[in-house]
Structure formats: C-alpha cells, structure tokens
C-alpha cells in the first residue's frame, strides 16, 4: 500500500443499552491508502456503520462511547482532536455519504442556503460563486431542474433526490477520502452509475475511498481492496483478487457463496446456515463458530489471531494457522 491516508488502530465501540453494555466493534484495524479504495462489507449489524461513524467521531453518546483506539488521519488522531479542528476536517477533508440522507440535511432551511453555507464554512468565496458552483453540482449528480431545486426544503424532495443533494455536498469540496456508507440504495440503477462513475473520476485525483456495501457487484466494480467485518471484528482483509478468487474465511467464502448469479439461470442461492449471535451474547472466541462447517475445541477457546496468506492478506481463522494440526487445516477449507 501506498502511504496509508487513515489508519484505524485497535477501535472498539461500546453502547450501553437497556439490557446491558455490548461492543458494536470489537478491536478493529485497517488502513487506507492514498487514491486507494477499500470495500468494508459484512452482514446487517456486523458494526460497518459504527466503524464509519467513529471515525468521524459520530456516534451518538450516551449510549454510545469509543472505548479504545486511534484513528491517524494526517498524521493527527481524530480521536483526539478537539471540536474546531474536527469540524474542519469532517466535510471537507473527509466527506461522509450516509445511509439517511435527512440526517445530513436540515429540516428548517431551503437546500441553496445549507450548501452555500457548508461551502463558505470551508471555502473562501463569495456567496454567488458558492450558489453557483453548488448549481452546477446539482446537476453533475443529476437532480433534474437544478435552480429550482435550490429554493426547496428537504422535505419537498424525493429520497432519492435527497441522497444526490447530499452526494452532491459530499464530493464538492473535493475531500481526500470520502466515506460513502450505502450511498445509493435510494436510487435507481441509471443514477448508481452516474454517481459511481463521479467518485471514480475523483479516485483519479487522488480521492481515497471507504465504501460500505451489501452488494459485492458493487465492490468488484468500485473497490481495491475489501475488509471483512462479522460480529463486531474482522474476519478477513485483502486485496479485491485475494477476497473473490482465494476468500480464506469459511465466512467470506459464504458471502461470496451467498451472490445470486445471473450466468447460470435460476439457481437456489447458498445463505450461510444460522443467525448472526446477538452482540449482547457473543460467545466465548471466535464470533462465526455455531454456523461453521470447520468448528473445532480451540475455535471455542480462545479468538483467531490475523493469518497471513499473502501480501496485505490475512483471514482470522485457525485452519489458516501453520502450527494447527501441521496446515491441515487449509487442505479441509478446499474441500
Ligand atoms: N445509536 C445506536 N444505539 C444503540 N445501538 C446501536 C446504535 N447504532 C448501532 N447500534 C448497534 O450496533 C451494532 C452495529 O450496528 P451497525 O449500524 O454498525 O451495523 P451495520 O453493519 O452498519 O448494519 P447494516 O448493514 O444493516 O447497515 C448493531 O447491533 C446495532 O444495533
Ligand atoms: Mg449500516
């Protein structure tokens, strides 16, 4: 990897809810390169939106609180970072593309006014320029009758409208990483593709990327490298290759296993047998045990370390250990 852009350290994140404290995300680290862009998926509630959210230091508290980690994002902690200099980097330096665009939008003032502001917060320029530059963005992520829609209030808007306006703001002030989590659920295929080839355009100059999907097709097309989240930890990291072509972990091979296929017609699709264990009950180890085909005693133990398998490719798993039953374990997860 090329100079990491952001690196997250050992980041756990608690919430105390009404029937007791569970970690949304359990020791959790990876890195992003400049210009690269990394893929973080992983089933519903696995803790994506929680590590996107950390990062930022967004995560409502009470109930939530970072327990530990580091975030280094030119060369400073922003989890440290004091509430001025936060406010600084986040929209301008890291933009965010949610998965509710009204939670990044203000009810009370008209759409013009909002992103004129965010513009001047960041940006020395007149208020006409801003209006302007921010028209011509409308447009660029294609909201029909841009002027126009400068004079609306949020609620006025479609939710799909809504997400291009708060796509439009993310990619405007041209950031250094922009973490898009689901970022075009709401819309149709046509404007997915226009949105996606905007970030594309952006990677070129340098723009890294984090974005949190379901779909792998996604992925594929968008992605350099992909970190694995299951249970509140990382199960597997690697490079696009590594993850679809020598997935390591018995669950990354179930989500891959999991894709529908339009090549060989209709096909009953693999779901990966079992429920994701509550957060509140996690048991004692590794996280995917009650639905792995490969149990053993010691997966009951005590958590998987990292593994290596490759450059910049690691699984959390024990079949991946050489010192475990002599690499046999490797030979079993080809089967
Ligand atoms: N504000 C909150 N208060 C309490 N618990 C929360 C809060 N936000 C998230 N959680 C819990 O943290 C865990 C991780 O949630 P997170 O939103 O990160 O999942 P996710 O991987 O983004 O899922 P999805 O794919 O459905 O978006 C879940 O158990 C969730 O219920
Ligand atoms: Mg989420």
Known sequence: MKMPLLEIKNLSVRFDSDDGPFRAVDDVSFAIGRGESVGLVGESGCGKSVTALAVTRLIPSPPGHIESGSVMFEKKDLLKLGPGALRQVRGSAISM???????????????????????????????????????????????????????????????????????????????????????????????????????????????????????????????????????????????????????????????????????VGKMPLHAISGQVPSPLDYPRGCNFQDRCAHVSEMCREATPGFFKLGEGHFAACILHDNNFSGGEGRDLLQR
């Open 97 to 263: 593309i949610f998965q509710e665009p009204l939670s990044a939008l203000s009810p009370l003032h008209r759409i013009g006014r909002q992103i004129v502001e965010g513009i001047r917060f960041h940006r020395d320029i007149s208020k006409k320029e801003a209006w302007n530059y921010a028209r011509q963005w409308l447009s660029k992520v294609g909201l029909p009758d841009a002027q126009e829609r400068m004079y609306a209030y949020p609620f006025q808007l479609s939710g799909g409208m809504q997400q291009r306006i708060m796509i439009a703001m993310a990619l405007m002030l041209s950031p250094s990483l922009i973490i898009a989590d689901e970022p075009t659920t709401a819309l149709d295929v046509t404007t997915q593709a226009q949105i996606f080839s905007l970030i594309r355009e952006m990677k070129q100059n340098d723009t890294s990327l984090l974005l949190i999907t379901h779909d792998m097709g996604v992925v594929w097309e968008m992605c350099d490298r992909v970190v694995v989240m299951y249970a509140s930890r990382i199960v597997e990291t690697g490079s696009l290759d590594d993850i679809f072509f020598r997935p390591a972990h018995p669950y990354t091979k179930g989500l891959l296993a999991a894709i529908p296929k339009l090549s």
